[in-house]
């Protein structure tokens, strides 16, 4: 089976401005969650889907949204652009109930550069 | 608040010698229990798991063990190698379903 695949790989944004990234994750899996990761914090829960339904969201203001398709893909979108939004974002995806039980599989990551 | 605490931040060791890392939980519903090695450059991969059933888990050089009592499981890698170099990640279930992981433990394996 083909990896969980994230897109773009490489994004440079200005404050103010908007970014959607997307998560493709592996066939059959319905569980897909967003992490933000910087240096020194670790990886920051930002939301979980599951059968296109946001099963819960990490403490994010509410600038950080996201949505699932019907085929599992995700994506996340992120308003309004702050410098502190330079990170590497890390999607990753679960079989079963999801990632409270299951294996997470992480994509590559889209690093975010806000200028 | 809910909260995994990971110890060390940072950890080094001669090769061949063991390394030890320990994480703390808050949420006692908690019953799985996963580290993630992530490599310089590279994603977090799944290394080994358990769940709130066992107290103890061994694959090759790696072992995890759990005590549910004090709410704490710890990573032993034993025969420790170059290879080992990375950064490892604890992470256990808060409630509503939340994943929550430690803020990782970079490994340093001196020759």
Redesign the interface.
Known sequence: KAGVTQTPRYLIKTRGQQVTLSCSPISGHRSV?W?QQTP??????LF?YFSETQ??K?NFPGRFSGRQFSNSRSEMNVSTLELGDSALY?C?SSSGQ????????????TRLTVL | GENVEQHPSTLSVQEGDSAVIKCTYSDSASNYFPWYKQELGKRPQLIIDIRSNVGEKKDQRIAVTLNKTAKHFSLHITETQPEDSAVYFCAAPGRDDKIIFGKGTRLHILP
């Open positions: 969650s992490y020194g914090q670790g990886l920051q829960f979980e099963r819960n990490g890390l990753a999801g990632a409270r039980t299951d294996t997470q599989y992480f994509g590559p990551g």
